[in-house]
């Protein structure tokens, strides 16, 4: 039989192997999907004040960016 989770957001169950699962700091977080997972997210970040997090949200923006750039570079043609 497969362990079975239930989404903290809308209470659906789902199988292993499924959903979204994330284990932040011993706090197992479980999402039948993507959207319950943003849903949860959208919802934290909300409540929370940016100044908690802003230079973690900007470092976060900055590392993503850097990324495409380095994907861009490494997918343009070289004439």
Do not use: W
Not at 6 to 14: A, M, Q, S
Not at 48 to 56: C, R, T
């Amino acid at each position: 039989m497969s362990v079975k989770y239930e989404c903290i957001v809308c209470g659906k169950k789902f199988p292993k192997g499924q959903g979204v699962l994330l284990n932040l700091y011993n706090v197992e977080l479980a999402f039948h999907s993507k959207s319950c997972a943003l849903k949860f997210f959208k919802t934290l970040f909300s409540k929370i004040e940016y100044g908690l997090i802003g230079n973690y949200v900007e470092a976060t923006i900055n590392e993503f960016r850097e990324k495409i750039a380095d994907d861009r570079k490494r997918k343009a043609k070289n004439i």
